[in-house]
């Protein structure tokens, strides 16, 4: 079986991380620990007069060391629960990088965290989930903290 978990720096992801962990896989599954670089986006030219140093490629630089540390802890993790892990960080939107991701490596299974947004804050803000779940070429599981564990 081949999964996909995706992830973020958020809890969210932690939650989907441990689930992941404690569920009972087929001996031969494998799971992608998956995070997206999100691309930085340049201020307007207006407002970029000199960028000498440049803090833009330095910026994308830490965002891709990050998610690669964070990759990796969540594989370590996967592995001492006795999972076969690895780890790829993919630049681009999360949305589009799961879904090209799980169809680019045949996933069976698409893993990931919500934050439960609902109503105008996922029209404000999306969600990573809902995209994934409408598009994704297999299965998605969505890992959620129940209420009462939220309070």
């Given at each position: 079986m081949r999964i996909?978990?995706?992830?973020?720096?958020s809890q969210f992801s932690v939650d989907a991380v441990r689930e992941v962990a404690a569920t009972p896989w087929p001996p031969d599954t494998t799971v992608r620990v998956l995070s997206a670089a999100e691309p930085v986006t340049p201020p307007p030219p207006s407002e970029l007069w000199y960028d000498a140093g440049g803090g833009l490629e330095r910026v994308q630089q830490e965002i891709t060391r990050r998610s690669e540390e964070l990759t990796a802890r969540a594989a370590d993790s996967l592995r001492k629960s006795g999972i076969r892990a690895e780890t790829v960080v993919r630049p681009g939107d999360a949305r589009s990088v799961i879904v090209d991701e799980a169809t680019e490596w045949s996933a069976d299974l698409v893993v990931v965290g919500s934050h439960g947004y609902s109503g105008i804050k996922r029209w404000l803000l999306g969600s990573v989930a809902h995209s994934v779940v409408s598009h994704a070429p297999c299965s998605v599981q969505v890992v959620r903290k129940r209420a009462a564990a939220l309070a």
């Open positions: 996909i978990l995706a992830i973020d720096d």
